[in-house]
């Protein structure tokens, strides 16, 4: 079955030689990405820069900024069952890239920034994506709330939700500890290494897609 997994962050440019990011490692995805790969799935891994060496029988689809994957995503995900948004896209990017490195000055510099695409957003509407789609959510405050909010706005089947004001996990740990929010049910699962994490992840995301599709589908038992 084909599947989509975005990862990393993305990288949005202020000047040629500058640009604005997270602390994403992408660590999260990739090992969503393997775990696919290993269930024998054919999966694109459409993924901002990272330091992570790329899993083994996975396609790639490197990007730079929001824009980017944005593009990439738009162009791939009709022929995609399953899509795993683990990408922590910016949220803003600056509304104008200097054409030239900006020189130092002693006055205060302004940057003036605009919201990028949001692409988990676009799924349901702009793409017209009808399998089953999975957002993550990164959250300091009221996990449950927000990402309860980001599931019913975004239209996604599962939103695992971890909270990053909890030290040692989630942003570039090896470790998580998620919160799995879905339409009908709440759940946690217990801390685990990022490799542990996405098998389970992977098993509950196949688990929900046959649901869904024999539901949308009940003579239909194949994928
Ligand atoms: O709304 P928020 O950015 O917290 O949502 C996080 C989820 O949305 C993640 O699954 C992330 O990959 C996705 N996202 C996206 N495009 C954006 C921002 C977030 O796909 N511009």
Redesign the pocket.
Known sequence: MNVLV?AGP?REAIDPVRYLTNRSSGKMGYEIAAAFAREGHAVLLVSGPTALDLPEGVDFLPVES?AE??DA?SRQIGRMRIA????????YRPLRVADGKIKKSKQPLTLELE?????????RTEFGFRGTL??????TSDLEA?ARD?LV??G?DL??ANDVSQPGIGFDSDVNEVLLVRPDRIEPLPRASKHELARTLVRIMLEIHHEKTNVANPSCTSD
């Open positions: 975005t993305t929001a994957m944005h995503v795993v948004f683990a990408a922590a896209v910016a949220d919201p990028t695409p949001d692409i988990l957003g676009s799924a999975v957002g993550f959510a990164a959250e927000q980001k706005r975004k996604c939103v695992v």
